[in-house]
């Protein structure tokens, strides 16, 4: 589904820490899945198909293409794209990251990748402040940390639908946004 504007935004959604929080409340279920003890609620499925409706969900997970095969049966999702982690190698254009976030912001430059420009959204339990900061005024991004502790929360869900990432004003070199700065625009 396409939106009047263009394709819908992307969601990163990331698994451990979001989906799979440290300490689960009432209402999750442990899986063992890949030797690990996995805790999922049937109610992030259901709020995950909600987001559907407005963006093209997109796993940004260290899970990787695992994602699709142990959780979206689990969680009642389709298979979804991946972003892949992996293996990644720095690109020309990679944007830099200060030193004391490399470790951190280890998906930030796959992720940007991985959208081409798209608006988007990511949920992850590990986003740097100094990229929540960068990203703060911009409206093609909405960047959430998730409080691994809590997971993912309804009001998280309630934001990401109230206020989606949307195309940036600013698209195309200057002379197209600015018409009056051409050298061929005279009187």
Not at 30 to 42: A, F, K, M, Q
Request: aromatic share 8%.
């Amino acid at each position: 589904m396409k939106h009047p504007a263009g394709p819908k935004p992307l969601l990163y959604v990331d698994v451990d820490g979001v989906l799979n929080p440290d300490h689960p409340t009432p209402g999750f279920t442990t899986h063992r899945l890949l030797d690990l003890d996995v805790h999922l609620s049937p109610r992030h499925g259901d709020w995950l198909r909600e987001l559907a409706g407005t963006y093209d969900l997109t796993w940004a997970t260290t899970w990787e293409q695992h994602a699709n095969t142990h959780l979206t049966p689990l969680l009642g999702l389709p298979h979804l794209p991946v972003v892949r982690f992996t293996g990644y190698r720095p690109q020309p254009g990679d944007p830099r990251i200060p030193t004391l976030d490399l470790i951190r912001a280890a998906k930030w430059a796959p992720l940007l990748h991985h959208a081409e420009g798209r608006p988007f959204a990511w949920i992850d339990d590990i986003i740097p402040a100094s990229l929540r900061r960068r990203s703060f005024l911009r409206r093609d991004r909405l960047l959430l940390r998730i409080a691994p502790t809590e997971g993912l929360q309804r009001h998280h869900v309630d934001r990401l639908l109230a206020h989606p990432p949307r195309p940036s004003r600013l698209v195309g070199p200057p002379s197209v946004r600015w018409p009056w700065l051409r050298r061929d625009s005279g009187p």
